[in-house]
């Protein structure tokens, strides 16, 4: 109690001193950890093991929730207050359930040079093998609503392949109709 007490007093004091050094310290952890091996490492060598990789490509990603605070489902009148949920059913390329995914999308700025709305999108991805990965990053709203595929930094957080990196990637099959995707996923265990 008496702990909690000085902390709450010293803590507007102590925050503003601390948290540069704290973003330092994970900038600096971040590019150690997540930043890819030179392809001359030895750790690139290892992945000649196929176990150490998940490569999914021609995935089909079908909708069967979706939530959002703007009332049109074409995402062709965004907002700088848009926020939706969505889940999806994922499927391999000859139809078989692989998992499913469970994300969310905010809208954080309109970008002044084009107009184009930028928003964030993060999910949890729940393969039925047991590899859970977690991917997200920012999306040019407009461009994914015309068919382009956006890109995130995926990593493995449970299952298999626990603190593997790489990519998730997605795109509307049909860009009228955001309700299936074409996806891919690859992640690698240096």
């Keep these: 109690m008496v702990f909690r ?18 973003d330092e310290a994970a900038a600096r952890a971040v590019s150690l950890l997540a930043a890819p091996p030179r392809t001359t490492s030895d750790r690139v060598g290892a ?9 999914l490509h021609d995935l089909t990603e079908k909708v069967v929730a979706y939530q959002s605070n703007n009332p049109d489902p074409t995402g062709k009148t965004p ?6 949920t969505v889940k999806l059913e994922i499927f391999s390329p ?3 359930p692989l998992g ?3 994300g969310a999308g905010r809208m ?7 107009g184009h709305f930028i928003a964030y999108f993060g999910e949890e991805i ?3 093998d047991g590899h859970v990965i977690r991917s997200g990053g920012l999306v040019d709203d407009a461009r994914l609503t015309e068919g382009e595929a956006a890109s995130f930094p995926a990593v493995a957080v449970a299952g298999p392949l626990r603190g593997a990196i790489g990519y998730r990637q997605f795109r509307p099959l049909v860009k009228e109709a955001h309700d299936t995707y074409v996806s891919s996923i690859v992640l690698y265990k240096k």
Excluded at 47 to 55: P, W
Excluded at 79 to 84: C, I, N, Q, S
């Design 5 to 22: 007490a000085l902390s709450d007093r010293l803590s507007p004091f102590v925050d503003p001193l601390l948290d540069p050094l704290f």
């Design 47 to 55: 992945l000649r093991r196929q176990d150490r990789a998940l490569i």
């Design 79 to 84: 907002t700088e207050k848009d926020f939706a």
């Design 94 to 96: 000859g139809g078989e």
């Design 100 to 102: 499913q995914t469970e």
């Design 108 to 114: 954080l700025f309109k970008r002044e040079d084009d």
């Design 126 to 128: 729940r393969l039925l």
